[in-house]
């Protein structure tokens, strides 16, 4: 079965420094994996997915999360954080009838 | 361009009492689901449909019912709340692939 385990709960950091929010996954089929992201008091949107292709897939806002087959892991990373990009990030994996979340990681970016 | 609304935004409801959440997309999706979103435990999957006329549950499906009244509109219903129920509810659609848009979200108090 899929399943997805972010392995931080809380990540907080400060303006302009580099961010890595981390993501493994468990799957027996191929593997589609995303990164959404939820600002407060809003529904989730798509930050970035990987289908196929190259391993390393980017967004419009910065933020690269790379595909390691070998280490089941799909960890999303900013070489440079804003305070805009404080919210909570979740990563999920493709699974036959639905997408199965991780727990979420809160971004907390501070001044 | 509305994507996925839900209805209403804000719920109380008192231990016992039903009430039918609301969701309707303007995007031609074949899939919808309703998931719910508890702190530490990430989205967790109520119900889906795959497609007009069918419906199944997901992981957590008890004390809710669901009705796919047609291709647009996936409603939710609890039947008697309870307090385990409080929690922030959303809708989102999917043309029957991966690709999920969300709805804002229902908070739902139950006291």
């Known amino acids: 079965a899929q399943s997805v385990t972010q392995l931080d709960s809380q990540v907080p950091v400060f303006e302009e420094a580099p961010v890595e929010l981390r993501c493994n996954y468990s799957s027996s089929v191929s593997v589609y994996l995303f990164w959404y992201v939820q600002y407060p008091n809003q529904g989730l949107q798509l930050l970035l997915k990987y289908l196929s292709g190259s391993t390393l897939v980017e967004s419009i806002n910065g933020f690269e999360a790379e595909f390691n087959k070998s280490q089941t892991s799909f960890h999303l990373r900013k070489p440079s954080v804003h305070i805009s990009d404080t919210a909570e990030y979740f990563c999920?994996?493709?699974?036959?009838?639905?997408?199965?979340f991780g727990a979420g990681t809160r971004l907390t970016v501070k001044p | 361009n509305a994507g996925v609304t839900q209805t209403p935004k804000f719920q109380v409801l008192k231990t016992g009492q039903s009430m039918t959440l609301q969701c309707a997309q303007d995007m031609n999706h074949n899939s919808m689901y309703w998931y719910r979103q508890d702190p530490g435990m990430g989205l967790r999957l109520i119900y889906y449909?795959?497609?007009?006329?069918?419906?199944d549950k997901g992981e957590v499906p008890n004390g809710y019912n669901v009705s796919r009244l047609n291709k647009r509109e996936f409603s939710l219903r609890l039947e008697s709340a309870a307090p385990s129920q409080t929690s922030v509810y959303f809708c989102a659609s999917s043309p029957g692939g991966r690709l999920y848009t969300f709805g804002s979200g229902t908070r739902l108090t139950v006291v």
């Open positions: 449909s795959a497609s007009e006329g069918t419906t």
């Open positions: 999920a994996v493709s699974a036959p009838k639905d997408m199965r």
